[in-house]
Every structure is written in C-alpha cells, then in structure tokens.
C-alpha cells in the first residue's frame, strides 16, 4: 500500500496532465517566472549593495573639507573682544585658516607668526557619503589654483600683482578650500557675489598669458608693475562688479566726516569722493562685496580724545560702540567676523585705532598712511595709502618740473626734525655738500616746490611715523623718491614695483647718501625719472575721481583684499 501510494505521488508531481487547457496554462506560467528570475539574477549581481544615489542627492550641499563648523548663535561682534585673539584669519599661513566664534577649538597649527592659530574642524568623521562627495570636490579644486594677496618678488600673480615690502617674501596659501562649483544651483545671493568674485579670479590668472586688452584712457605697462596684464585685468573687473555698502549709522563729525585739507585728507576725501563716485556703493548690502566702516580717526582725535592725556581708551570704546551697533543691526560683521569690513585712517593713530577689537586688526581690511609692520600692518591683508598734504581740493600748483637733463641738483630735504630718523641725516649732511642740499629750515626766499622740481632725487624719511607727505611731492614733481625708513610698506605696493622708479636706502646707509646716488649712472636714472611721471597718475588726487587716480587705486587694493577671502553663509571665512 504504501509504495503504491509513493508511485501515486510521484505520478501527481510529474506526470504530463491529459487534458489541452492545463498544459497551455503551464506554458504560460513558465514564460512569466523565468524572465523574472534572469531580471533578478542580473540586478542582484550588477548594482551595488549599498547604493547611494537617493543619499547622495538629499544631502545637503557641502561646504569646505576643511573649515570649521561655526558657531549656531549669533553674538553681537563685541562679544569676538573678550575671545582669544588667535581663532583669527590669517592669509599668510600655508594651510586653510577659517574664523569661528565660540566654537570648539580644533587642532592649532603654527605659520609664518608665532601668534597666529588655525582651528580645524573638530566634526566627527565623514560617512561614505560624504567622504565620495568630499574626494569630488577636491579633485575639482586642484584644478583651480589658489589666488592670495601675497608680497612675494616675482613675476606671477598671486592675485595681488605681487609685490616685496622691505624684500621680504610671503608664501602663497596651499589652499584645499572647496571653490564654488560650476554645476551646483546658485542658491543665495551670497552665492552669486561669489560666484563673481571667482570669475574675476580666473579673468586676472589668465590675463598674464593673454594680450593687452584696448582701454581708451590708460593701458598700464613697463616695469613698474609686478605684473602690468594682470592689474589691468584686475582693474576692469572691479569696475565691472566691485560694490561697496557704506553703513548708514553715525553722525558727523566722526563719521561720514574727515579733513580734507591737511596730512590726513585721505580720510574725508575718500568718504565723500565714495559718494560722489555711484556706481562702486550699493544700497543693498546683500549684493556687496566689501562693508565700510565709515569713521575718521582724525576727527575722533580732535573730538573724543583728551588732549595730551595719552589715553586712547575714549578712541577705543568709540570704535567698540559702532561696530557693536552695526553688528546688532545688520548679520553681515558677525557673518564674516569682519573680514569682508575695512576702514580708513591717515591719521598716526589708525592702527591704535584698530586694536579696539581683536577682529578689526586680525580680520578686517585695513587701509592705512601709517603702514608700519613694526606695528602690525599685514601687507597681505592691509592696504598701504599714499599720505597726501592736501592745501585746496585742487593740484594746481602742485604738479609739474623740468625734464630730467635740466635738473642741477642732485637730492634735497627739508623739514622739521622728529622721528629717529631725520636727526641722523641732518648731522650727515645739513649744509655739508653742494650737491645734497639739507635744510632743518629752506633759507628765506627759496621755495620748497621749486627745491623739488630743480632736484634729481628727493629724499623722503620717515619721522615719528613712517609715512611722509614727500614721497607724493616728489612724485607730483618728476622728483626720484628716495625712501629712507624702517618698516614700511610703500603705498600700493601689491601693484607697482616700487624699486624701479625710486630709491631705498637703510637708516645705516645714510653717511654713503651721495656715494649710493652718483653710482647710479645717468641712463638709469633718466629711465626712473621717466616711470616716476608714468605711474603717478596713481598718486593724483581729482574732484570728480578719474580712472586709476589715488581714490581708484585705494579701492583696487581693497578689492584685491577681497578676492583673497571668500564668506560662506554659515559663518565662514576661507582663504583662497
């Protein structure tokens, strides 16, 4: 019985049905299930087990591998003075460097100064995601090369147009800050400020290689400039999309105010030829690149400070107060933690100025006469203006002089003794050579400009501070500047290339004065004499602003400083 039965099953199981319709079923049946069993074969052997496509396109955009997560809490910008002073920006160093207010502090990395740290992000290891999205990114930025401000003596552009302070050279950043990427969806107009600011970028490194570009006014060139192509590449941009937002808040004297007809005229006229010139200042500050802090540090020394109290703490508290306020008021300091924000002083005191906040002197854009390095001026994040004695609103006067065969003296100075500097060269050389002619005080009769116009080279030292009103008078009258200081940074040195159409000689150097000069043959000077009435077209002061005049070259350094950052919306700043 039971192997009958076992026969009756194995019969069900395999036996050919007999009637028509349930062997067509069964054909059917077998068409459907074996496609089905191939597709599922191949999918389980062809796609990876761990797909990422629907992560990959939920995450959210990534920012820089490397910056520091900031802070979700939004202090005013006073609350940076009570911080460390080292969880700064600081172009120079050789890794990404970003500023993170009240966030966790990562490793510390040392560079070129013993007082600068870098916080890197102390963010928990990257997922797999992540990590293929990040590799992504990277290898798209080493395509892109890394634009700096640095002062370095060659012939690149790093995007400063390079210069060399004191022959001193600053590397350029090794950045492996993520650029913004050409196919992502631009999502904020921060974004799209950035965005412009990097296609200056890529315009200025490729205008070395290119040809001159026509300009109906000026087309630089010679050896004056570090790199003429470049500045001039450089210079269009910013007319094409530099804007700066004047913040609103302020009453005159000390703000939106500035002496216009002295040593420190800078600082008022720049204010108001910054009015006067529309089309660089926008109303909407979510457009702008740079934010200007408009106060006169010499109007706050006649009407804050306390005269010959020596105590700059009233100075100090006024500048804490404004940036406060303007910090409470508007996102954009505490966004970048000033580093997109610059101001403006001629005044000696600028830089004691400044230090009122850690983040004004680390950060923000300085541009001032007093550029001495022995003071913290940072020429790769500082701007270095030219101090001009402004007597009227006009140059009248003040311009002009013989060609270079027709000027019988050899050098001259004259002018009040202060300073270190200027005792020492009047012992030398006051009334002891025909050819220097040394004055504490010019003889009755003679005039001081007609001094500078007869003279081949005029010398220019430094007194209690290391800007001096000669070294633009001498260029204004075709006069070889001869720059006899310690620490300084010449105006505009990012730009122009100082040491072809003027003269540097060391505090040391000067009992060889006359010696130093007279070796340098007629050719050469005959050619310095020729560049010194080319570029100082850089140094003119107008009303209206001409193009490449001293108010534009202050704004292209400025600008230049800008394109050296780059501001994200979650409260980074990266070095590019």
């Known amino acids: 019985m039971g192997r009958d039965g076992n026969k009756s099953c194995f019969a069900c199981c395999f036996s050919t049905p007999t009637t028509s319709s349930s062997s067509s079923s069964a054909i059917k049946l077998l068409f459907f299930i074996v496609p089905l069993i191939l597709v599922s074969f191949i999918v389980f052997v062809l796609v990876p087990r761990n797909s990422t496509w629907a992560l990959i396109y939920s995450l959210p955009p990534s920012t820089s591998a490397v910056a520091a997560a900031a802070n979700s809490s939004e202090k005013l910008g006073a609350a940076v003075y009570a911080e460390s002073s080292q969880q700064v920006l600081d172009l120079p160093s050789r890794v990404v460097k970003t500023v993170d207010v009240g966030g966790s502090s990562g490793e510390a990395t040392l560079s070129d100064s013993d007082e600068v740290a870098v916080n890197r992000s102390a963010s928990p290891q990257l997922s797999a995601v992540e990590a293929v999205t990040k590799f992504q990114e990277l290898n798209e930025t080493k395509e892109s090369s890394s634009l700096n401000t640095s002062i370095t003596d060659s012939d690149s552009l790093n995007i400063t147009i390079n210069g060399s302070p004191n022959n001193a050279t600053t590397s350029p950043n090794e950045t492996i800050a993520l650029p913004l ?271 500078m116009r007869n003279s081949k080279y005029c010398i220019c030292p430094s007194g209690y501070e290391v800007a001096s009103p000669r070294i633009v008078e001498a260029l204004y009258n075709g006069c070889v500047p001869v720059l006899i200081s310690k620490s300084y940074v010449a105006p505009f040195s990012d730009v122009l290339r100082w040491k072809s159409f003027s003269v540097t000689v060391s505090v040391d150097d000067i009992p060889k004065l006359k010696e130093i000069l007279m070796n340098i043959s007629t050719r050469q000077y005959i050619r310095m004499q020729r560049r010194v009435l080319q570029v100082r077209r850089h140094f003119e002061f107008n009303s209206p602003p001409k193009r490449y005049d001293v108010f534009h070259m202050i704004l292209h350094s400025v600008w230049l400083r800008r394109l050296n950052v780059r501001i994200t919306d979650d409260h980074g700043v990266v070095a590019n």
């Open 181 to 451: 990427k050409h196919n992502r969806q631009v999502r904020t107009k921060l974004d799209k400020v950035e965005a412009g600011l990097q296609r200056a970028r890529s315009a200025i490194r490729e205008a070395k290689n290119g040809s001159q570009l026509r300009d109906p006014d000026y087309v630089p060139v010679g050896p004056m400039y570090w790199d003429a192509k470049a500045f001039h590449r450089s210079f269009l941009e910013m007319e094409k999309q530099f804007k700066v937002f004047v913040y609103k808040e302020g009453e005159p004297p000390v703000f939106h105010d500035g002496p216009c007809k002295s040593i420190y005229s800078m600082e008022g006229n720049f204010i108001y030829k910054l009015d006067v010139e529309t089309k660089f200042q926008t109303k909407d500050p979510q457009k702008a690149h740079v934010f200007y802090l408009p106060f006169s540090v010499a109007k706050m020394v006649r009407f804050v400070y306390s005269r010959d109290s020596r105590d700059f703490s009233p100075i100090r508290r006024t500048v804490v107060d404004y940036i406060n306020l303007v910090a409470q008021k508007y996102p954009y300091w505490n966004r970048s933690h000033g580093a997109d924000h610059f101001m403006l002083a001629c005044h000696d005191w600028g830089p004691e100025a400044s230090f009122s906040l850690p983040y004004l002197e680390k950060n923000s854009i300085r541009a001032l006469c007093n550029a001495n390095t022995s003071e913290r001026f940072n020429p790769v994040k500082d701007v270095a203006i030219p101090e001009i004695n402004l007597i009227t609103d006009k140059l009248t006067g003040l311009m002009g002089g013989p060609s270079a065969s027709r000027r019988q003296i050899l050098a001259f100075f004259a002018g009040g003794v202060h300073g270190p500097i200027r005792p020492v060269l009047l012992e030398h050389w006051e009334d002891k050579d025909e050819d220097i002619k040394v004055h504490k005080y010019l003889p009755r009769g003679v005039n001081y400009y007609d001094m």
